[in-house]
């Protein structure tokens, strides 16, 4: 499998940037995993909807999921039969508007559920946010990848991240930005939680425009010093 950075930014992109979009090759096809703004222009550049097997939404805030709307006209113009997406039923108005427009073809995640997407198996774990959301499990040919969506801690988070082979995960928080009521996890904790669950390398990603993340990236690495940790850049790619 093969992961491309299309968006890293949230809640909202920098100047030529894109909010949070993630371009997983599993060898037998495409998936995107979320859509927020300017990821739809990032994905034309390399072809456009055309190219996806699926559309999976670890949640339905708006810097994760905005750029499927226009989306439906691109595939319209393309005239791109409906595309396979996953996501949340909640919030309920915002599922709706997806399933009306036509566009895709809708199937709802749920804790219990397993599905088989772009020749993968993709299992779900809730997530700790204000919106209700998932971290995402794929498996192919003996390789893990989780992606875990926006998230604080939260029961059993380490163990569906046991052993990945590539965690992607949100750590836009420094230590002294980060509480346990706060909607995601900082750098450290991250890097606590990829220790714990023994993954091979860790992506850190959805940092805020502006942030300094060579702090975030330093708290990480203190953390785990042994461990493999990168941050995310657009446009870059990690073989799994």
Not at 19 to 48: H, I, P, Q, W
Not at 59 to 73: A, G, K, Q
Not at 107 to 131: K, S
Not at 153 to 178: M, N
Request: include cysteine.
């Amino acid at each position: 499998m093969e992961l491309t950075v299309l968006g890293k930014y949230g809640p909202y992109p920098p100047a030529g940037g894109a909010c949070s979009g993630y371009l997983l090759d599993t060898g037998a096809g495409k998936l995107l995993l979320d859509c927020g703004s300017g990821v739809l222009s990032r994905l034309m550049a390399l072809g456009g909807p055309g190219i996806l097997d699926g559309v999976v939404l670890s949640h339905l805030h708006f810097d994760h999921m905005s750029d499927l709307l226009p989306m439906v006209y691109a595939s319209q113009f393309a005239a791109i039969s409906p595309i396979a997406l996953y996501l949340p039923a909640e919030p309920a108005a915002i599922c709706g508007l997806l399933r009306q427009s036509g566009a895709y073809g809708v199937h709802i995640l749920e804790t219990d559920g397993q599905w088989t997407v772009a020749g993968a198996r993709m299992r779900v774990h809730p997530a700790a946010h204000p919106a209700p959301g998932y971290a995402l499990r794929l498996e192919k040919d003996g390789k893990a990848f989780v992606y875990s969506g926006d998230t604080n801690q939260c029961p059993g988070l380490a163990e569906f991240c046991r052993g990945a082979d590539l965690l992607l995960c949100d750590g836009c928080f420094t230590q002294a930005q980060w509480a346990a009521d706060k909607p995601h996890l900082s750098a450290e904790k991250a890097a606590r939680l990829a220790a714990q669950a023994g993954v091979k390398k860790l992506v850190l990603t959805h940092v805020t425009p502006g942030c300094d993340e060579a702090l975030l990236l330093a708290e990480a690495r203190q953390a785990w010093p042994a461990g493999d940790i990168v941050p995310a850049r657009e446009a870059q790619s990690w073989n799994i």
